[in-house]
């Protein structure tokens, strides 16, 4: 069994270790700073952390005028206020004048679990990847979010970041984090399974039940949302008989409109896409949420099989 | 104190200034004339009397930050920033058009433009996160954000006012101007603000009322904000919209139309 981790958890040691050698770090959250973690750099720094209570858009316009100043600000909340709630503060105090504000939104998805749809994320992907200078990164386990914090501090520019609630497995054989880059993480040319966050697990799990049965699915995971690796997706699209698309998010505007974007321009396949389809999520412990949206190992593999046939 | 010569100066340039901004919207063929005008008094004493900035270093770190929340009266900005030496002249004949540096609001790519701005009620929680920035690394430059009245009913403002006070930002300065008039009408009968000081006082803020036309008196409200320790301040400024030609006066059409080229001419002898 791999090592289980809070993606949160990491974020805020990562954000520490960071804020000990970057003074031009600043950290801002909207009275969630227990859930997101940040509460461990305003431990640490309390000089360079500011709680805004509840109001993401002071929050969020309030970064920009950080950032224009040269800090490079990293702020949290739950995804669905950060990239809801104060959608035009992002667009046009953030992103339109391309600040280094780095927006790392957690409790993402379903698995947000037990507080229902109010507070479940499923559209974030699609709101923040619209936004012209925005780079969206969705890191699948612990370790991933460690090196997408690093990269988005030594980026110039604004980020949003999307992290999870509940522990994540880390997930092996990654190689190198590059953003704009997707990583292999198994070789096959019968079908390609593209995957991002939380459902890389479960794409992993699959492919390893599928090999089983003799089909050989080539697993790409996409941290790298935008910019986005259009070349492993044609690669793909090429090599293999078509994509299956596994994402916590709704199927409109997310990682599945990313791949049906490129290959419908230059190669067009067959994509299946799973995720949420066009409905709210509800109340449910997180694994139950999956199943009950067909999200799972078990559901990838019936899908792939269905593609195949 | 300033001196007569002093107040004499800036009213001049204050009309230069005014003259500028009509011919850059007639020429344009859009824009907002009304606020630029009100706004005109309150902001070139801020950038010819008070403001610490260097044209030729735009980015000199200990700079006094400006912001224009009220994005639309971008004319006004433009037309200060090219008399003060960020720009060419000749950019001015350019507002509006494909390519130019000067956009219909407030973008970056205009030298001395630090934030873009245009969609109401984020610019006082912009200066707000500078203002911040400047605690951080313990400088004592200051942050002036220009604000409209109709600007002030977004929600985002108030949320922004109560961080303010409660972060004791002290070395924030908020100009509204207060010339009564928005898109549809008089304020009072859009979305009222009374009692507006009232309410900027119980968010914590000290309020500083005046003629925002009297050349005396914004200066001594600029020099007042700055004594103040403990809570930032905002200058309400009772103004006139379309102020300094006598048929944009308190016109609400005036607030998103361009003169024609004769109402330009006539503006322009009134401004003479």
């Known amino acids: 069994m791999s090592e289980m981790l809070y993606q949160r958890d990491v974020y805020g040691k990562t954000l520490v270790e960071l804020g000990k ?113 925005m780079s969206v990164i969705v890191p ?65 799990s699959a492919v390893k039940n599928l090999q089983k049965e003799g089909i050989k699915a080539r697993l790409i995971n996409i941290h790298s949302i935008r910019p986005f690796d259009k070349e492993i997706i044609l690669k793909a699209a090429k090599e293999t008989r078509g994509i299956l698309v596994c994402e916590e998010h709704s199927v409109i505007g997310g990682l599945a409109s990313c791949v049906d974007e490129v290959v419908a321009e230059a190669h067009p396949v067959r994509v299946i896409r799973m995720g949420i389809k066009n409905k709210f999520g509800q109340s449910g412990e997180p694994a139950d949420l999956l199943k009950e949206y067909g999200l799972t190992s078990v559901d990838i593999e019936k899908a792939a099989k269905a593609l195949l046939q | 104190m300033a ?13 230069e200034i005014r003259r500028s901004i ?33 044209p030729k270093n ?55 433009v630090e934030v873009a701005s245009g969609s109401l009620g984020q610019g006082l929680s912009v200066g707000l996160g500078m203002s911040l920035a400047a605690r951080i690394d313990k400088k004592d430059w200051r942050v002036y954000v220009l604000l409209g009245d109709g600007e002030i009913q977004e929600g985002n403002i108030w949320e922004a006012a109560m961080a303010a006070a409660h972060f004791k930002a002290d ?15 008089k304020v009072c009968n859009v979305m009222e603000l009374e009692p507006l000081a009232a309410k900027w006082s119980a968010f914590g803020w000290h309020t500083i009322e005046i003629n925002g036309h009297n050349m005396k008196e914004i200066l001594g409200a600029y020099d007042e904000a700055k004594k103040i320790k403990g809570k930032p301040v905002i200058i309400i400024a009772h103004t006139v919209k379309g102020k300094g030609v006598s048929f944009m006066e308190n016109v609400c059409d005036f607030h998103g139309k361009a003169p024609t080229q004769e109402e330009a001419e006539r503006a322009l002898k009134e401004l003479a």
């Open chain 2, 171 to 185: 070395n924030l300065c908020a100009i509204l101007d207060y010339n009564g008039f928005q898109i549809d009408g």
């Open chain 2, 3 to 15: 001196s007569e010569t002093q107040i004499q100066e800036l009213e001049a340039k204050a009309k």
């Open chain 2, 58 to 112: 735009p980015n000199w770190p200990d700079r006094d930050r400006f912001h224009m929340s009220k994005g639309h009266c971008a004319p006004l900005w433009y037309a200060i920033l090219a008399d003060r030496g960020y720009f060419p002249k000749d950019k001015l004949m350019t507002l509006r058009k494909v390519g130019s540096i000067l956009q219909g609001h407030p973008d970056p790519r205009t030298p001395g």
């Open chain 1, 140 to 204: 699948c386990d612990g370790p991933q979010t460690q090196e997408a914090i690093i990269a988005a501090a030594a980026a110039k520019g604004p980020f949003y970041i999307r992290l999870g609630r509940v522990k994540t497995a880390t997930v092996e054989g990654k190689g190198e984090f590059k953003i704009g880059k997707g990583q292999l993480l198994s070789e096959g040319n019968d079908l390609t399974i593209v995957a991002c966050g939380i459902m890389v697990n479960e794409a992993q």
């Open chain 1, 21 to 133: 050698t970057n003074q031009s770090i600043v950290v801002l959250d909207a009275d969630l700073s227990s859930s997101t973690r940040t509460g461990l750099f305003a431990k640490e720094f309390p000089d360079r952390f500011f709680n805004f209570g509840v109001a993401e858009q002071n929050m969020i316009a309030s970064a920009a005028g950080l950032a224009a100043c040269g800090k490079t600000v990293f702020l949290s909340t739950f995804a669905i206020f950060a990239s809801g709630r104060a959608w035009d503060q992002v667009r046009n105090s953030v992103c339109y004048s391309n600040l280094n504000v780095k927006i790392v939104a957690t409790h993402a998805g379903i698995t947000v679990g037990p507080d229902g749809a109010s507070h479940q994320a499923i559209e974030d992907i699609a709101l923040m990847r619209v936004i012209p200078n």
């Open chain 2, 22 to 54: 009509i011919q850059m919207i007639a020429k344009a063929g859009s824009g907002h004339p009304g606020g630029s005008l009100s706004s005109a008094d309150l902001i070139t004493a801020l950038f010819y009397s008070v403001l610490k900035h260097d």
